[in-house]
């Protein structure tokens, strides 16, 4: 019987959030006969853990806080010689660096890195770090071709050093939800129009802009927003200094996600950054029309006009213009949606991804530089 690749997923945690989502994915869609999983949470496991299907993955909690800890690698290393982990993959730059340490101290797995969703520039000292350490890392990836395109720009390496792996979308959860028990769920009526928006209430997500823009729009109009998070309080001070308190529901955290999005009417994405939004895709998969930023991967999954609609990041004026045409106009609402739906069916499915996935962990774990990585170190 073939050993099977054991694969290590190194995260912060398993705390709700888009790049979670996708570990989880990931892990519930490899094959189970060619690769097995294990997770390495470096702070806390989280609610996401319960998601993951198999009583076989184990998860690792390592505890880590504030600050530097200069133990972890040693600790990280430890793991993998124990586990007798084939490939480390770790996703954004906290975990690399860790994940990075640990993986040439235990001197046996491969090592891969993704970039999932990044602020840049970030600071000259952590740029460099992460140019040297991709140098000696055997596949690297982003999830969105800006994305790359940024991460080639501000770290300094060649374009061969990442490639792109889309985010994937499990249509069959999206097809199981109906939109009459997603309204009731929602507690709005037939003849409300729904604006919302799934993902944590952090700053660069900001859903201030659109609590804004949703200020300057009158009539049967709700607004919800799905995910919890640190700005939660200024948020709903917002939404009581701009009178839209009543018409704003803040839902917090919640695992019926995929049932709750085919009962909104337009899905509004206003991030100030983002790799490749699992929300988004999950929204346009269930026919709801999407407004995006044009920051980061949105623009290679929306056509703008055609499949959603884009607006300059931050731009108030530009957002309440979207969501004005788009709530006077039913049939437009009804094009972009199928349009959104097509485009997910046929650019962004879980089982495309998964088998790219896989593909460059058996490479990597059959001794190959992964992707454009392969031709040379920089």
Not at 180 to 207: C, F, M, T
Not at 209 to 215: H, I, Q, V
Not at 261 to 290: K, Q, R, W
């Amino acid at each position: 019987m073939t050993k099977k690749i054991h694969i290590q997923h190194v995260v912060l945690s398993l705390r709700p959030g888009g790049l979670e989502n996708g570990v989880v994915n990931v892990i519930n869609g490899l094959d189970r006969d060619r690769f097995r999983s294990s997770v390495t949470c470096l702070q806390e496991a989280g609610p996401f853990a319960a998601r993951i299907r198999s009583p076989e993955v184990e998860i690792h909690t390592l505890g880590l806080r504030r600050g530097n800890d200069i133990r972890l690698p040693l600790r990280l290393a430890s793991l993998f010689r124990r586990t007798n982990t084939d490939v480390v993959h770790t996703r954004n730059a906290e975990a690399f660096f860790y994940g990075f340490l640990g993986a040439k101290l235990a001197r046996g797995p491969s090592l891969i890195h993704s970039e999932h969703g990044r602020v840049l520039p970030d600071s000259c000292r952590r740029m460099t770090a992460q140019r040297w350490l991709l140098a000696f890392t055997d596949g690297a990836f982003s999830v969105s071709d800006r994305l790359r395109h940024d991460l080639v720009h501000h770290l300094r390496v060649p374009e061969r050093r990442f490639e792109v792996i889309y985010n994937g979308v499990d249509m069959g959860r999206i097809a199981s939800a109906d939109r009459p028990s997603a309204r009731q769920a929602l507690g709005v009526g037939d003849e409300e129009i729904v604006i919302g928006s799934v993902g944590r209430l952090v700053p660069v997500k900001n859903y201030a802009l659109l609590m804004r823009a949703f200020s300057r729009i009158a009539g049967s109009v709700r607004l919800v927003l799905i995910g919890e998070g640190p700005e939660r309080a200024s948020l709903e001070a917002l939404a009581a200094s701009t009178g839209i308190a009543a018409r704003t529901h803040l839902l917090g955290h919640r695992e019926d996600v995929a049932r709750l999005l085919v009962g909104l009417d337009i899905f509004v994405l206003p991030s100030l950054s983002e790799g490749m939004s699992n929300t988004a895709l999950e929204a346009m998969a269930a026919g709801v029309p999407t407004i995006a930023s044009d920051v980061g991967g949105n623009g290679e999954i929306i056509q703008d006009g055609v499949s959603g609609l884009l607006f300059e990041s931050e731009n108030e004026q530009e957002l309440t213009e979207r969501l004005v045409c788009l709530i006077g106009n039913p049939e437009h609402r009804a094009r972009l949606g199928r349009a959104a739906q097509e485009r997910v069916m046929h650019e962004f499915s879980m089982g495309a991804m998964i088998r790219k996935y896989e593909d460059l962990y058996a490479r990597v774990a059959c001794g190959e530089r992964g992707g454009r990585a392969a031709k040379g170190k920089s």
